[in-house]
């Protein structure tokens, strides 16, 4: 249930909601086989939708996480570019369209709300480009992606592993997995954890190792005040 919708089912109505600002790098290729470097700020306007402070919390955080950490120095690319993707380690962003701020908002809408849609409802976002069009900057605000494709059209396959695209999935995928006629798609592919790592630590549910190996239980640790 999105923010408005909730508030209209109480009864109540307002224009207030918060405003998180940030800007990540990335390399782009696009239709030609030509790298390109730009720096993208990226507004979000968001609701919170639940009364649990701690996971609301958490889950601002990890938009926060998924924008600073792996949007940033990742490589937005797209199906028909004519650059191999296979020996690069930075994190790879599949659009299903050549990078553009639309299509990047799109995307970004999309994926943050179902990362965070049961504590936060993501209602914008923009999208500016600092050097390849600094003047434009794009917004989606809308329920429907109309420029996003059906994991159909998507993956091209039957049988996959997800039942959605990569930005529908609550998780850090930011693209698909190869089928081959090989593939045995009841294994699916390790996912990373972080996302729910980050949720337990704020929760004070995740033990931290320290250097040595000693083993801290983060729901122990008490605040002391330090008088002069």
Request: charged content about 25%.
């Amino acid at each position: 249930m999105t923010f408005l919708k909730r508030l209209m089912e109480i009864g109540h109505m307002t224009q207030s909601f918060s405003t998180y600002k940030a800007e990540f790098s990335a390399t782009l290729i696009q239709t030609n086989a030509i790298l390109m470097s730009d720096i993208f700020e990226v507004t979000i306007e968001f609701g919170w939708l639940s009364n649990d402070y701690a996971k609301s919390n958490a889950a601002f955080l990890k938009i926060k996480f998924f924008i600073e950490n792996l949007m940033h120095q990742s490589v937005l690319t797209h199906p028909t570019a004519k650059v191999n993707m296979s020996n690069i380690d930075n994190k790879i962003v599949m659009l299903p369209h050549p990078p553009s701020n639309d299509v990047i908002a799109m995307v970004l809408h999309a994926k943050l709300n179902s990362i965070v849609s049961e504590h936060i409802d993501v209602i914008s976002v923009r999208v500016g480009s600092k050097a390849i069009d600094p003047v434009i900057s794009y917004t989606h605000a809308d329920d429907e992606y109309p420029g996003l494709p059906l994991l159909s059209e998507w993956v091209q396959e039957d049988d996959y592993y997800y039942d959605a695209p990569w930005w529908f999935r609550n998780s850090t995928d930011t693209d698909e997995i190869e089928i081959t006629e090989e593939t045995d798609l009841t294994k699916l592919r390790e996912s990373d954890t972080i996302l729910d790592d980050l949720e337990k630590a704020i929760l004070g549910e995740l033990k931290i190792e320290q250097e040595g190996g000693e083993i801290v239980e983060i729901s122990d640790w008490k605040p002391e005040i330090i008088k002069d």
